[in-house]
């Protein structure tokens, strides 16, 4: 599976529609690619709290129009990071704010497969919690390739974003419906940066799972953020990692090596629940 993680970088001077713009030419750019990743929040900005409810929009407005779009043209699975979603349905959440930072998945023929509502919401009472609902369901995508004898897909990804990193409870709940492989959009900041690497590798490592962390570059609302995108493999190596920059990665996975290495060293048949 050849996969590319677009590590985009902005600041607070770039106007959210010629991102958006910039963004969708570079997913058509990685035509050739299975599989196309892009970082949390990238259009609205990650910690852009004042401008989120401006740039709200349901999941069939502008960015996932162009998001759609860009998919079928480049004839990718795309992994759209995420929104600011807020539904046209006047939805709320059990917290009242109607607000979603929700990650977009979409088929290589332009349709939405999947929608991903954030778990765990970042800010201690500001930022994401003052002004979002949380997301309560795990969801999973299935990755191109072969199909099982049964017409399934031999694997399947689950969806986290960012500060769910930290969980790892949500990680063991992705894995037991049936993850190979976790994907993970950010806007992560360089204070922190080494336990984004660190957190990516151990997730990677303690369920046997493909890790596809694509995080932001640049610095905008004073947060610089930490780049260092990664994907790492079940057995905890480093296939790829980006610097601080604004950088596309583009790497092959071999996602049959998962069942290989679960076969060879079975740690998740020891679990004792
Ligand atoms: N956008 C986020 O979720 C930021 C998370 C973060 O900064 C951290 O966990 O540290």
Same mark, same amino acid.
């Given at each position: 599976?050849?996969?590319?993680?677009?590590?985009?970088?902005?600041?607070?001077?770039?106007?959210?529609? $010629?991102?958006? #713009?910039?963004?969708?030419? =570079?997913?058509?750019?990685?035509?050739?690619?299975? =599989?196309?990743?892009?970082?949390?929040?990238?259009?609205?900005?990650?910690?852009?709290?004042?401008?989120?409810? $401006?740039?709200?929009?349901?999941?069939?407005?502008?960015?996932? #129009?162009?998001?759609?779009?860009?998919?079928?043209?480049?004839?990718?699975?795309?992994?759209?990071?995420?929104?600011?979603?807020?539904?046209?349905?006047?939805?709320?959440?059990?917290?009242?704010?109607?607000?979603?930072?929700?990650?977009?998945?979409?088929?290589?023929?332009?349709?939405?497969?999947?929608?991903?509502?954030?778990?765990?919401?970042?800010?201690?009472?500001?930022?994401?919690?003052? =002004?979002?609902?949380?997301?309560?369901?795990?969801?999973?995508?299935?990755?191109?390739? $072969?199909?099982?004898?049964?017409?399934?897909?031999?694997?399947?990804?689950? =969806?986290?974003?960012?500060? $769910?990193?930290?969980?790892?409870?949500?990680?063991?709940?992705?894995?037991?419906?049936?993850? #190979?492989?976790?994907?993970?959009?950010?806007?992560?900041?360089?204070?922190?940066?080494?336990?984004?690497?660190?957190?990516?590798?151990?997730?990677?490592?303690?369920?046997?799972?493909?890790?596809?962390?694509?995080?932001?570059?640049?610095?905008?609302?004073?947060?610089?953020?930490?780049?260092?995108?990664?994907?790492?493999?079940?057995?905890?190596?480093?296939?790829?990692?980006?610097?601080?920059?604004?950088?596309?990665?583009?790497?092959?996975?071999?996602?049959?090596?998962?069942?290989?290495?679960?076969?060879?060293?079975?740690?998740?048949?020891?679990?004792?629940?």
């Amino acid at each position: 599976m050849r996969v590319a993680v677009l590590q985009i970088g902005y600041g607070d001077d770039e106007l959210m529609a $010629d991102r958006l #713009t910039r963004v969708a030419d =570079l997913v058509r750019a990685q035509a050739g690619h299975d =599989l196309v990743v892009l970082p949390e929040l990238w259009a609205p900005g990650g910690f852009s709290y004042r401008d989120w409810a $401006d740039r709200a929009q349901p999941v069939d407005g502008p960015i996932g #129009t162009a998001m759609s779009a860009a998919a079928r043209d480049a004839g990718v699975l795309l992994h759209a990071g995420s929104i600011v979603e807020r539904p046209a349905s006047g939805e709320v959440g059990s917290d009242g704010h109607g607000l979603w930072n929700t990650s977009l998945v979409y088929a290589a023929d332009g349709g939405l497969v999947a929608a991903y509502r954030k778990i765990h919401r970042f800010g201690f009472g500001a930022g994401e919690p003052k =002004l979002m609902d949380a997301g309560e369901d795990v969801v999973l995508v299935d990755l191109p390739g $072969d199909p099982l004898p049964d017409g399934s897909a031999a694997f399947r990804a689950a =969806l986290s974003t960012c500060y $769910d990193l930290r969980f790892p409870e949500l990680y063991r709940r992705q894995l037991d419906a049936g993850a #190979t492989a976790f994907i993970v959009p950010a806007a992560w900041p360089a204070a922190r940066v080494r336990h984004w690497t660190l957190l990516a590798h151990a997730r990677a490592i303690e369920n046997q799972c493909v890790v596809i962390a694509c995080n932001t570059a640049g610095t905008h609302a004073g947060t610089e953020m930490g780049g260092h995108s990664q994907v790492i493999s079940a057995t905890g190596e480093a296939l790829a990692m980006a610097g601080t920059s604004e950088e596309v990665l583009s790497v092959e996975v071999d996602m049959a090596a998962v069942t290989t290495w679960r076969e060879k060293f079975p740690v998740l048949q020891d679990r004792r629940l």
